[in-house]
């Protein structure tokens, strides 16, 4: 009996080994997560902002989420194309015919997605809220995300 026992503590210990190793090996390689999106509310109205001017961090993996309030309209985010030799804030953002750059957008909520790997430097980038009902011309009004390195 003492043989089985014996063998069962270096089997066990060499689990606990293999799980801990493996876990932090795990954290090691993976990316940092993000804690979770900025939310800016729009609305009712395009020029009423939860925060007209929102700061964020590539350092803190910050993501954008805007969501509509009180209006049944559509909601797209659309940003005004930087000086040539900026990069875009976001990665993923697709030209408009309008010439502004809209991020992510499903009716009534729009995904930044992740900042953009080329940002070097701190840079203001102005965008619009635009609420569309398809009825007549759409509403806008700008609101500005700063984004840190």
């Known amino acids: 009996m003492s043989n089985g026992s014996s063998r069962v503590l270096p089997v066990l210990v060499a689990l606990v080994v293999g799980v801990v190793g493996g876990a932090l090996l ?7 997560q993000a804690g979770g999106p900025v939310v800016i509310q729009v609305g009712p109205g395009a020029c009423e902002l939860s925060v007209p001017r929102q700061k964020i961090s590539k350092a803190n993996f910050d993501t954008v989420l805007w969501t509509k309030k009180g209006t049944s309209k559509k909601l797209y985010i659309e940003f005004v194309a930087p000086p040539a030799g900026t990069p875009l804030p976001f990665c993923g953002m697709k ?4 010439g502004r750059y809209r991020v992510l957008c499903n009716d009534g909520a729009c995904f930044s997605g992740a900042i953009n790997d080329e940002i070097q430097q701190p840079y203001d980038y102005k965008y619009w809220q635009v609420l569309d009902d398809g ?3 759409p509403e806008e009004c700008d609101g500005w995300i700063i984004i840190n390195p």
């Open 135 to 137: 009825s007549s011309k």
């Open 26 to 32: 795990v954290r090691k390689l993976l990316p940092p």
């Open 95 to 98: 030209q408009q015919t309008n």
